[in-house]
């Protein structure tokens, strides 16, 4: 078993911690682990593989079970028919990304409106609780909201 590592082993080549990996494991994006002697989990080195898949696949936006899909489609099937699988998923990743997009720019201009009129009443508002204030830009109802 030379070429084992353990899970801390795997988790500092990872850069995850030792519980993330666990939490791979008890939901199927790892195999089960092989035990030593001692249980202490021992993992093959090219775990580190998969796990750089799994981290890639979430920063793309991917599910959990999307990522679990695509770890198992690498380490499955040929490059051939994973590239198939990534020109097919890729233009729904697009398309979300610009969702978000244009989500954030929306945001950003929400914000900029309220810090502008919020900076426009210059310690003006009355001392009333804000459920009842009628000038209370943080629960005021605008256009477009």
């Known amino acids: 078993m030379g070429s084992m590592v353990t899970i801390g082993r795997l988790a500092a080549a990872a850069g995850v911690p030792a519980d993330t990996i666990r939490y791979y494991e008890s939901v199927g994006l790892l195999p089960r682990a092989a035990r030593n002697a001692a249980g202490y989990r021992l993992y093959p080195r090219t775990e580190v593989r998969r796990l750089e898949l799994i981290k890639r696949g979430k920063l793309l936006g991917l599910s959990l079970a999307e990522v679990k899909d695509l770890v198992e489609q690498t380490f499955t099937h040929s490059c051939a028919h994973l590239q198939q699988v990534l020109l097919g998923r890729i233009p729904i990743q697009l ?35 804000v459920a009842e204030c009628q000038h209370c830009p943080c629960i005021e109802v605008t256009e477009g909201r």
């Open 95 to 129: 398309a979300e990304v610009e969702r978000r997009i244009a989500d954030l720019q929306a945001l950003r201009e929400e914000l900029l409106g309220l810090q502008g009129h919020l900076r426009q009443l210059d310690g003006s508002l009355p001392g009333e609780p």
